[in-house]
């Protein structure tokens, strides 16, 4: 029996056709996991001097990095009296610098981004850098006051405000403001976690800064 040469090609096409598919990408939301939600570590509190306390869910499933050092600074109590050095009203409130003007830090290491899948919307947290340094992320980081699509994948989200979103809007606006909201009192409602076991290190274009 003669093998036809024009049905090879049929053939190899089915063995490829019958290759199982790829398993479907984990789909992230702005909804923590039930464990995430869980861990009263993952429960930042923000005491305003303008009065109210905002309640941020960290989301240390997304950042690791991030998020522990958001944690451990607020542990050894880095950003109480710290001001909102800049915050642009109807986009965002940026705070975290203990020199208050955008250019310090805390005296840990910058940190390698761990840009998200997930959207800047009203009432994310995430982290600030600057311009030049894709892995700039320290100690500073903004709110979001109303969605920021530009900033999609360009920078860490570290969680969102769960309660006192109203607090946030209240904050003092100005490039610096004149009379500057500060953070009373930022905490954690349980003990600092074990560090992550490694970076989540992402390549993506450059942006222009939100702070820094």
């Known amino acids: 029996m003669r093998t036809s040469l024009f049905a090879l090609p049929v053939m190899a096409l089915?063995?490829?056709?019958?290759?199982?598919?790829?398993?479907?990408?984990?789909?992230?939301?702005h909804?923590?996991?039930?464990?995430?939600?869980?861990?009263?570590?993952?429960?930042l509190n923000v005491e305003l001097s303008s009065g109210g306390t905002v309640v941020i869910q960290l989301r240390p499933d997304i950042?690791?990095?991030?998020?522990?050092?958001?944690?451990?600074?607020?542990?050894?109590?880095?950003?109480?009296g710290l001001p909102f050095h800049r915050v642009i009203p109807g986009f965002m409130a940026q705070g975290g610098d203990?020199?208050?003007?955008?250019?310090?830090?805390?005296?840990?290491?910058n940190l390698t981004a761990e840009f998200s899948g997930l959207p800047h919307m009203r009432g994310v947290m995430a982290m600030a850098r600057a311009q030049e340094d894709l892995n700039g992320g320290n100690s500073q980081f903004f709110i979001m006051?109303?969605?920021?699509?530009?900033?999609?994948?360009?920078y860490?989200?570290?969680?969102?405000?769960?309660?006192?979103?109203?607090?946030?809007?209240?904050?003092a606006p100005g490039e610096p403001p004149e009379a500057p909201t500060k953070m009373v009192r930022v905490w954690i409602d349980g003990p600092v976690p074990a560090p992550p076991a490694q970076a989540a290190?992402?390549?993506v274009p450059e942006a222009k800064p939100v702070g820094g």
């Open 14 to 29: 089915a063995l490829v056709a019958a290759k199982p598919a790829p398993p479907p990408a984990p789909v992230v939301t």
């Open 31 to 43: 909804t923590a996991p039930a464990a995430i939600a869980a861990d009263q570590a993952n429960r």
């Open 63 to 80: 950042a690791p990095n991030h998020v522990f050092r958001i944690q451990t600074l607020a542990a050894q109590g880095f950003y109480n």
């Open 98 to 109: 203990p020199k208050g003007n955008g250019s310090g830090g805390s005296t840990l290491p």
């Open 145 to 154: 006051l109303s969605a920021g699509i530009a900033l999609d994948k360009k």
């Open 156 to 171: 860490t989200i570290l969680g969102r405000v769960i309660s006192g979103m109203q607090f946030v809007d209240a904050i």
């Open 201 to 203: 290190a992402v390549a």
